[in-house]
């Protein structure tokens, strides 16, 4: 079965610097989808970021990038200029086959 | 704001209680689900629906009961909960199969006294 594990349950970063969030996940697939999904204190899940597996070109949305590696199984979140309102659960999630798998996500505070 | 309603915001029941969750989407999705959010916990698929046929019941005890009357509602029926049962309930809805994003409601905060 898909697992999807993110490591670092809570992180804290100065604002304007940069962060990086660990995720990494288990298949024996090839083809499949990876996600990132914010979930502020409204707790709305929003879409940051999105990677198809097929794809070798990291994705990047605006301050947002991923380093993705996909032979060690690695999807890591990158964001530049953390900006107060990026402060949120952050859950890195494994789709395929009509279902998407969530880990258990990472806190991200950002200091002022 | 997503186009995917929840009703209730919050919910407080007691475990003999019978109450029902609901969801709805306007956007032309086909799929829709209902995950569970326990704190420290992943969020949990409980059910998924296709095309209003269920796909996907994930182990989920049977006091849990959803209902898809079409492909833009989505209900889940509570009855003789559990207090661990009380969690952050959220609907999503996507296209069916096509890696395309999960659109969430805002949930239903459940607590089961």
């Known amino acids: 079965a898909q697992t999807v594990t993110q490591s670092q349950p809570e992180m804290s970063v100065q604002e304007a610097e940069t962060v990086t969030l660990s995720c990494t996940y288990d298949?024996?697939?090839?083809?499949?989808?990876l996600f990132w999904y914010k979930q502020p204190p409204s707790r709305q899940m929003i879409l940051v970021i999105r990677?198809?597996?097929?794809?070798?070109q990291n994705a990047t949305e605006n301050r947002f990038s991923v380093n993705f590696q996909k032979a060690a199984k690695s999807f890591s979140l990158k964001i530049s200029d953390s900006q107060l309102g990026d402060a949120a659960m952050y859950f890195c999630?494994?789709?395929?086959?009509?279902?998407?798998?969530f880990g258990k996500g990472t806190r991200l505070h950002i200091l002022p | 704001e997503t186009g995917v309603t929840q009703t209730p915001r919050h919910l407080v029941m007691g475990m003999t209680n019978k109450k029902s969750l609901k969801c709805e989407q306007h956007?032309?999705?086909?799929?829709m689900y209902w995950y569970k959010q326990s704190a420290k916990k992943p969020l949990e698929l409980m059910f998924v629906?296709?095309?209003?046929?269920?796909?996907e019941n994930n182990s989920v005890p049977s006091r849990f009961s959803p209902e898809c009357p079409n492909s833009s509602h989505l209900f889940l029926h509570l009855h003789t909960l559990q207090p661990e049962d009380s969690a952050l309930y959220l609907c999503?809805?996507?296209?069916?199969?096509?890696?395309?994003?999960?659109?969430f409601g805002s949930g239903t905060q459940l607590s089961v006294l």
């Open positions: 999503a809805s996507s296209k069916w199969d096509s890696g395309e994003k999960l659109f």
């Open positions: 298949t024996s697939e090839s083809d499949y989808y």
């Open positions: 990677q198809e597996a097929y794809k070798q």
């Open positions: 999630a494994y789709f395929r086959d009509d279902k998407i798998i």
């Open positions: 956007l032309g999705h086909n799929a």
């Open positions: 629906y296709n095309f209003k046929e269920q796909t």
